[in-house]
């Protein structure tokens, strides 16, 4: 990787100097063959794993025509689409702990804890004022309108604010007013959008499903918490009337830990669900149980996932590719 694409986020050309309409180079799709579409599902950091999952496959000579994704699939896909996976890529790996905080900007009262105006700079850093319909790989996201529930697919205006939508999580992010509608996060109602990366052309589709038997929620027993010094505040409450000074046995996540864990839980049921009506001709199922829905800071360890689950996967879609071939 050149020291251009390797540089830190921080060091990224400000939104203000970014041309747009430049793109880097994108491979030129085969002529010959079927079109193969990706599904990326949502997963907020395990999202990371698309990234591996996309250079197993082109590695392997399988390059995706068609893209469809969701909320933090939505972010991978329109990069690739747009042939900003490099620069994508940098950042992510360039990600700690202290940038990931950086990245957050608090917003009370509001509709959401987090603005957004960070990461929407983020975005216009590597999309610009790029349009869906001009991306040189067919790509579209989905969301879901406010008050009605409809799922919405995005195939068309801003690539930055149909991705900004798809990621809406509600209680995290305030909703999105795109093309005429108020949205939030995409996986409330299509989390791997199959049937999307079908309506693009699409002759078969290859999901990369985050929420699976092997990377959904898994119980872990809780160790017990060390017992820490008493603070001077745990002192000051302890003398309260009313307040024995007891603290939980285990301790209690913060919200927005509490809202994403609970997203996320209805992310996997929304998930089987949709999968069971709109089934792919290759499931691919990243063991991310561990990966942490937070762990944005740890991109290599997600990347690597991705790419191994990816290349155990190739036999069958390159038996799936050949299948479609040899029917068309």
């Known amino acids: ?33 079927p079109r193969v579409g990706l599904a990326l599902g949502g997963g907020s950091a395990r999202g990371w794993a698309h990234i591996g999952v996309l250079r197993a496959l082109e590695e392997a000579g399988i390059h995706p025509t068609v893209v469809a994704g969701c909320s933090i699939g939505a972010v991978v896909g329109a990069c690739y ?5 490099d620069r994508l890529e940098a950042f992510a790996r360039s990600l700690t702990r202290r940038r990931v ?16 105006n960070r990461l929407r700079g983020r975005l216009f850093a590597d999309l610009g004022t790029r349009r869906i319909e001009d991306l040189p790989i067919r790509f579209g996201c989905v969301a879901t309108e406010y008050g009605t529930g409809q799922e919405v697919s995005l195939t068309e205006g801003s690539a930055v604010e149909a991705v900004r939508a798809s990621y809406a999580i509600p ?11 108020v949205l939030m996060d995409g996986t409330l109602v299509n989390p791997v959008p199959v049937a999307l990366a079908r309506s693009l052309g699409a002759d078969l589709v290859i999901c990369v499903n985050l929420n699976g038997e092997s990377g959904g929620p898994v119980a ?53 669900a949709r999968l069971e009506r709109d089934p792919p001709d ?47």
């Open 220 to 272: 872990h027993e809780v160790p017990a918490p060390p017992i820490p010094r008493r603070s001077f505040l745990q002192v000051v409450r302890g003398r309260l009337p009313g307040f024995d000074g007891a603290e939980p046995e285990i301790p209690v996540p913060g919200i927005a830990r509490v809202v994403l864990g609970a997203f996320n839980i209805t992310q996997d049921r929304i998930s089987r």
């Open 81 to 85: 689409a747009a042939g900003r996976l």
């Open 101 to 116: 905080v950086g990245l957050i900007d608090p917003r009370l009262p509001g509709s959401g804890l987090i603005a957004g």
């Open 1 to 33: 990787m050149s020291a251009s694409l390797a540089m830190p986020w921080q060091a990224c050309p400000a939104v203000s100097r970014f041309l747009p309409g430049t793109v880097e180079p994108v491979r030129p799709p085969p002529r010959a063959g």
């Open 171 to 181: 209680g995290l992010f305030p909703p999105v007013t795109h093309a005429g509608r």
């Open 282 to 328: 290759v499931a691919i199922g990243p063991d991310v149980a561990a990966f942490g829905l937070f762990d944005f800071h740890k991109a290599a360890e997600g990347i690597d996932i991705g790419y191994r689950a990816a290349r155990a996967a190739l036999p069958q879609i390159r038996a799936v590719v050949e299948g479609a071939a040899a029917r068309a």
